[in-house]
Every structure is written in C-alpha cells, then in structure tokens.
C-alpha cells in the first residue's frame, strides 16, 4: 500500500474566525509558492459562521498531497477548541501565478534553433500567466542555448519542454565513422545518418558502398557501433 502523508500546519488565535482562517491558509500556499515569481490569492469561498472558542482554540490547516498549487483549490481547515470540539471547514481559493518564460516572437519552423540572440532572436523573456500553463514551460533560469523545436510553434506560444529538444549529436544526413567489433574481428568505415541521434540511441546507418543499412549506437557526434 502506498503511504501518504498529510502535512499540517498549525497556528494559534485567541479566536477563530473567518480572518484566522484565511491567514492561516495563506500562510501554508506561501510555503508551497515560495519558488514562484509572483503569485495571487483569491478566496473564493469561506466559512459565514465560525465558533467562538477560547484562547487555546487552534486553526488547522490539512495540507493533502496534491500535483500542483495553483488554479481552483478547495482546502480543508479544522477549527478545535480546548475541550476538543472540532469543526472542519473547506475553504475555496484560486491561485494565479505569473513568471518569465521563453515566449515565441514569431513562427519557428520544426528543428529551428531556438535563440534569444539579437538579430537571430525567434524567443523573447515575458512575463506571463503560467495559472494553465504546464510545470515543464521554459523559464529564464533555464538555458535555451542548446535547443531546437520538436515541430511547428506558432508565434506568442510559451514554449514547454514537450516543444524542444536538444541538438541531436548525430544529425540526420551525417558522415559517420561505423564500428564493428566482434571477439575476432575489429572494422571501421564510413556511413551515413538517416536519422537523428542522440546519445546510446538506436539509428539507421546507410552504407553506400554495400549498399545496405544497419543498426548503430550513437557513441558521439562522429562514431556509432554497429548492433545489427
């Protein structure tokens, strides 16, 4: 069985209403957001009538596991009294959250390098609503110097790690030196890439001269080892 475990964070008021609660959540996404560039609080829903309980009353806030902080949440508080009377309240939020990503400024074509470079710029830094965007969108702390597009990016899309790749170490249409090494035999020659490789990949080689194709590891950019 898998084991889940709720963390809890806990604060003390001399009275429970509904000022207490909504610090006390904010108090617990602020744990979570901390790493977010800018992010805003909405409390959509809270409690009309809450207890009065004594000065050892206590606010609970159940933190459930749970994939992302942002967007609709609904929050689970529990109001105790010293005696121990509990009452657990669901508190709805919504979180928006804002960063500097990697926006495309015009249409990049498939395998087109990605480059905030002046004059060769096809990216911009901005700074945008990541509330529907997934976790993987690219960020200004993450390098784009060594990446390409997977496929077709519109102009004005965030790009996303499902969007780019990196440069492959074997490009497709590459002159490779081909390995083949058995316990009695140790040959090398020349073929051609005719697809794209990256490192311990699997890839077609053509072998012009014996006019066949095999199978080869990529080992670098200019060998691969025959598998097949």
């Known amino acids: 069985m898998k084991k889940i475990s709720l963390i809890l964070f806990f604060i003390q008021f001399s009275f429970a209403g509904q000022n207490e609660i909504q ?8 744990q979570h957001l901390k790493n977010v560039e800018r992010y805003e609080v909405e409390f959509r829903t809270l409690p009309r009538e809450v ?26 508080v529990d109001v105790t009294t010293h005696a ?15 960063e500097t990503v990697a926006v495309s400024t015009k249409l990049i074509n498939r395998h087109e390098e990605i480059s905030c470079a002046e004059g060769a710029a096809n990216i ?11 976790d993987d969108v690219l960020k200004k702390s993450n390098s784009t110097n060594t990446l390409r597009s997977k496929l077709v990016i519109a102009a004005g899309r965030p790009l996303t790690a499902a969007l780019v790749e990196t440069h492959p170490l074997v490009a497709a249409g590459s002159i490779v030196l081909v390995n083949l090494h058995t316990d009695n035999i140790k040959l090398s020659f020349n073929g051609k890439a005719k697809e794209d490789g990256w490192n311990g990949n699997i890839i077609a080689i053509e072998l ?21």
């Open 51 to 76: 207890q009065k309980i004594d000065a050892a009353s206590s606010v609970l806030v159940v933190d459930e596991p749970r994939a992302t902080y942002k967007g609709l949440l609904t929050i689970p």
């Open 23 to 30: 610090s006390a959540v904010q108090a617990m996404l602020a």
């Open 208 to 228: 012009k001269e014996m006019k066949r194709s095999i199978r080869a590891k990529v080992i670098d950019g200019y060998t691969v080892e025959m598998v097949e």
């Open 84 to 98: 121990g009377v509990r009452q657990r309240f669901f508190v709805g939020v919504r979180v928006r959250t804002f």
């Open 124 to 134: 911009a830094y901005q700074v945008v609503e990541t509330t529907m965007l997934p």
